[in-house]
């Protein structure tokens, strides 16, 4: 029996919007990023609202707002409660990205969408499991063991994304493999 494999963008089909998108494996369900507008606009994240309460968990693959400035609104307001995965670098930048962004906006209005307790949370070691480059991620259920990994389908959402979400998640004993950044597909 083979594997359903489902990419849905939520968001950010654009090259100037936020990302975020929903990678369906058989019944697991990643949400590929929760970017957000600088202008912190609420409406832009109807889609992921509705997506949460159907995700297993969340993947972060840059550490800017486009790619994960909706994740301390998602925790403090919409009740994202799931394993968050991402590089140090990702999550300690993010972190530093997201505290800007919060004291720029908190300086010039009455900004209350989220506050730094909030990226502290999004951000604690409790909250993201920080992966090393290439590290292999084992998920087990997600992909039965007796079937192909999807290469090609792999290959096709980075290409999709335009980026590395992580270099290899290893589900069950299947290895699905995405290509290392910045390298030609």
């Not at 019944?27 to 609420?42: A, K, M, P, Q, Y």
């Not at 972060?60 to 707002?65: A, E, I, K, N």
């Not at 959402?157 to 998640?169: D, F, K, P």
Request: aromatic share 10%; hydrophobic share 40%; net charge negative.
């Amino acid at each position: 029996m083979g594997s359903q494999i489902n990419f849905t963008q939520l968001y950010g089909a654009t090259y100037d919007s936020p990302l975020c998108s929903l990678l369906e494996i058989n019944s697991f369900t990643f949400l590929i990023d929760c970017g957000w507008t600088e202008e912190f606009d609420v409406a832009v994240l109807e889609p992921l609202k509705e997506a949460i309460p159907r995700v297993d968990a969340v993947l972060l693959s840059h550490p800017d707002t486009a790619h994960l400035g909706a994740l301390p609104y998602a925790i403090g307001r919409l009740g994202l409660k799931l394993p968050i995965y991402a590089t140090q670098p990702t999550c300690r930048m993010g972190q530093m990205f997201m505290y800007d962004q919060y004291l720029s906006h908190h300086a010039t209005s009455e900004f209350d969408l989220f506050d730094l307790d909030d990226v502290d949370i999004a951000f604690d070691y409790q909250t993201v499991q920080q992966l090393k480059f290439q590290q292999i991620l084992k998920l087990t259920g997600v992909v039965p063991s007796s079937s192909s990994p999807p290469w090609t389908s792999m290959k096709s959402v980075h290409a999709c994304q335009g980026r590395t979400l992580l270099n290899s998640i290893s589900c069950s004993n299947s290895a699905l493999p995405a290509p290392a950044p910045n390298h030609p597909q």
